[in-house]
């Protein structure tokens, strides 16, 4: 594509000069110091300069200072955004990383009254090995963007290095969608976005026509089809609209206004037709990142004999809501050059997604959207509705109607987080990368029991403020009970243990004011309030030592640790073990491999997991 404007920035530690364009590399820093305006925001973690592989070469290198850095390490330096406001940019570099873990460059867009804009950290294709890798990101500049951050991630304690630096503006942002606001549904509207964003699903994930096997952008499609169907007066008129909008794409999928029981007849069998072809999904394959192990393809047979019965074993037949039925075949004809019949090719709105409007979290269609594929995703493969007690189509309306007035990005956050904490489990995470938070509580939260207490505090508070033990009746005015009544349907649980903990680390986000204000009764029940500067970094809870694997307790009774212990540890104690008279098995965290290995020694007989 034709560079509409270009602006080369190469980054070493200067101050950015007054023309938007400097041109110093890493080579003219002194070995072992730090570039100037870079930042290492993480405590236990430095970036220096290092000797390349040839000695007049100089790498920005980013390393843990000791074992007990945090997991992952940051360096980063931001620039103003004038001159790129409204433009498309690409950052780019070279990275490779030293051990076993990964690293990945990100880019963020601050935009005005402290709103996160356009952000992209390489979470779907880090990047792995000693070798050089070409690393690059592209983002738009909103219009009111103040600065850009950018810099490297390190992970699992792996050491990163980073070169070449460039940032480059490839043309202009896309357009946004004007959509904006958030207005309520109605309740034929409610109907009307409940019947299209089930169509969605269907059609996404099982009708393997040309057309939808080959589109690449489906928030755009799906955006539109709610956009075609919210208007409708009533069924005969939502019928029509969503037979225009799909049947560009899916020919052969049929929709009538009426019960499942009312399908039309079949329509013959394509001429030419001599195949079939269907979805395989290994989990959600079609949502997937990269690296994950979820895989969707499509397989194509031979036609075989067909009559009414088989034609409805190949169909799915549903009713979508607001009086319409939609037949979705999951097999769809194929002629000799399995090419599906009816023929369907991407309508040309829709080729090319770099050229259609951008979404945004302020447009109440990509609200809808976004819950739209959320609950679809859920819906056809969550694997554990027969566990949980859910009525999960009874999910879809309040979660889009909420969706439909949700203010802003931290509301419709909590839109989402409440919708996927009826799941109950806990592995069900929602992620705002546009949610900025710069300062947190001075403390670390935890329960004993049901009461809320302070288990960690931040380096500078004063223990005569605040001591660890102090119950927490309070914060910044408002009641421990009113603050977790926020906090609480939003989290995905399984167990009600689980489910504190998430709320002690949620808490720590809690927006307060600064300095905020703690209601605090010590375990003798004095009650006092404190204020405390909020803090810059996360503040973890104070944990007591624990005893070296192996130790003795007591007369025969030794202790093993299998929070992160590995086989290799396991079997390095399990003499003592298996002379020991009783053990202690601490598992107040995450276990490791050594908790899987201990299984069979624990076992009388063959045992078996529930299948995942």
């Known amino acids: 594509m034709p560079l509409l404007a270009r602006l080369v920035l190469l980054f070493c530690g200067a101050s950015l000069a007054a023309q938007q364009h400097l041109a110093v590399s890493f080579?003219?820093?002194?070995?072992?110091?730090?570039?100037?305006?870079?930042?290492?925001?993480?405590?236990?973690?430095?970036?220096?300069?290092?000797?390349?592989?040839?000695?007049?070469?100089?790498?920005?290198?980013?390393?843990?200072?000791?074992?007990?850095?945090?997991?992952?390490?940051?360096?980063?330096?931001?620039?103003?955004?004038?001159?790129?406001?409204?433009?498309?940019?690409?950052?780019?570099?070279?990275?490779?990383?030293?051990?076993?873990?990964?690293?990945?460059?990100?880019?963020?867009?601050?935009?005005?009254?402290?709103?996160?804009?356009?952000?992209?950290?390489?979470?779907?294709?880090?990047?792995?090995?000693?070798?050089?890798?070409?690393?690059?990101?592209?983002?738009?500049?909103?219009?009111?963007?103040?600065?850009?951050?950018?810099?490297?991630?390190?992970?699992?304690?792996?050491?990163?290095?980073?070169?070449?630096?460039?940032?480059?503006?490839?043309?202009?942002?896309?357009?946004?969608?004007?959509?904006?606001?958030?207005?309520?549904l109605d309740d034929r509207e409610l109907g009307n976005a409940i019947a299209a964003s089930r169509l969605a699903g269907y059609l996404w994930f099982f009708h393997p026509s040309d057309a939808l096997v080959e589109l690449e952008a489906w928030d755009q499609f799906t955006v539109a089809l709610l956009e075609a169907a919210l208007p409708a007066d009533d069924a005969d008129d939502l019928v029509q609209r969503l037979r225009t909008f799909a049947l560009p794409f899916a020919p052969s999928v049929e929709l009538w206004a009426g019960t499942p029981e009312q399908a039309?007849?079949?329509?013959?069998?394509?001429?030419?037709?001599?195949?079939?072809r269907a979805w395989q999904h290994?989990?959600?394959?079609?949502?997937?990142?990269?690296?994950?192990?979820?895989?969707?393809?499509?397989?194509?047979?031979?036609?075989?004999?067909?009559?009414?019965?088989?034609?409805?074993?190949?169909?799915?037949?549903?009713?979508?809501?607001?009086?319409?039925?939609?037949?979705?075949?999951?097999?769809?004809?194929?002629?000799?050059?399995?090419?599906?019949?009816?023929?369907?090719?991407?309508?040309?709105?829709?080729?090319?997604?770099?050229?259609?409007?951008?979404?945004?979290?302020?447009?109440?269609?990509?609200?809808?959207?976004?819950?739209?594929?959320?609950?679809?995703?859920?819906?056809?493969?969550?694997?554990?509705?027969?566990?949980?007690?859910?009525?999960?189509?009874?999910?879809?309306?309040?979660?889009?109607?909420?969706?439909?007035?949700?203010?802003?990005?931290?509301?419709?956050?909590?839109?989402?987080?409440?919708?996927?904490?009826?799941?109950?489990?806990?592995?069900?995470?929602?992620?705002?990368?546009?949610?900025?938070?710069?300062?947190?509580?001075?403390?670390?939260?935890?329960?004993?029991g049901e009461r809320l207490v302070v288990v960690g505090t931040a380096p500078g508070v004063d223990a005569t403020s605040v001591a660890i033990g102090d119950v927490v009746r309070g914060i910044d005015g408002r009641t421990t009970e009113q603050v977790l009544a926020d906090v609480w349907p939003r989290i995905a649980a399984a167990t009600p243990g689980f489910a504190r903990s998430r709320a002690s680390q949620l808490l720590a986000f809690v927006p307060t004011a600064d300095p905020v204000r703690l209601d605090l009764e010590s375990p003798s029940g004095e009650r006092r309030q404190v204020e405390l500067p909020r803090s810059r970094t996360f503040v973890t809870p104070a944990l007591a030592p624990r005893p070296d694997a192996g130790v003795t307790l007591a007369e025969g009774i030794v202790y093993f640790d299998l929070c992160g212990a590995e086989t290799p540890q396991l079997m390095k104690v399990m003499p003592q073990?298996?002379?020991?008279?009783?053990?202690?098995?601490?598992?107040?965290?995450?276990?490791?491999?050594?908790?899987?290995?201990?299984m069979r020694h624990l076992l009388r007989e063959p045992g078996q997991s529930a299948r995942w």
């Open 27 to 184: 080579d003219d820093d002194r070995i072992g110091s730090k570039p100037d305006d870079w930042l290492v925001p993480v405590d236990g973690w430095q970036a220096s300069v290092v000797v390349g592989e040839r000695r007049s070469e100089r790498h920005l290198q980013l390393a843990p200072k000791a074992a007990d850095a945090a997991p992952f390490g940051n360096v980063m330096r931001t620039v103003p955004a004038e001159g790129l406001a409204g433009k498309r940019v690409r950052l780019s570099s070279r990275m490779r990383v030293d051990g076993n873990g990964r690293a990945q460059m990100w880019l963020r867009v601050d935009r005005a009254g402290n709103q996160r804009g356009g952000f992209d950290n390489m979470g779907d294709r880090p990047v792995l090995g000693s070798e050089w890798q070409p690393a690059v990101i592209e983002l738009d500049v909103e219009a009111d963007a103040v600065q850009l951050a950018f810099g490297v991630m390190a992970l699992q304690k792996a050491t990163a290095l980073i070169d070449d630096v460039v940032l480059e503006v490839v043309g202009t942002a896309r357009a946004v969608r004007s959509d904006t606001g958030s207005k309520a």
């Open 264 to 276: 039309p007849a079949w329509s013959p069998v394509p001429k030419g037709a001599q195949r079939l």
């Open 282 to 448: 290994d989990g959600a394959g079609r949502v997937a990142q990269d690296n994950s192990i979820y895989r969707s393809r499509v397989q194509t047979e031979s036609l075989g004999k067909q009559s009414d019965e088989r034609r409805a074993e190949l169909c799915h037949t549903v009713a979508l809501g607001a009086g319409v039925s939609a037949r979705v075949p999951v097999q769809v004809f194929a002629d000799a050059r399995r090419r599906t019949l009816p023929e369907s090719e991407v309508p040309a709105a829709f080729r090319d997604p770099t050229q259609l409007p951008r979404l945004d979290v302020q447009s109440r269609l990509t609200r809808l959207t976004a819950v739209a594929q959320a609950w679809n995703v859920f819906q056809h493969f969550y694997p554990y509705f027969d566990v949980v007690d859910v009525d999960w189509p009874a999910q879809l309306p309040v979660a889009l109607a909420a969706a439909a007035t949700a203010a802003d990005a931290d509301a419709f956050t909590a839109v989402l987080e409440r919708l996927v904490a009826k799941l109950e489990d806990g592995h069900g995470v929602v992620v705002n990368p546009q949610r900025t938070i710069s300062t947190m509580l001075p403390v670390a939260l935890g329960f004993c």
């Open 577 to 598: 073990l298996e002379r020991a008279r009783g053990i202690v098995f601490d598992l107040r965290g995450y276990p490791g491999s050594a908790a899987q290995q201990l």
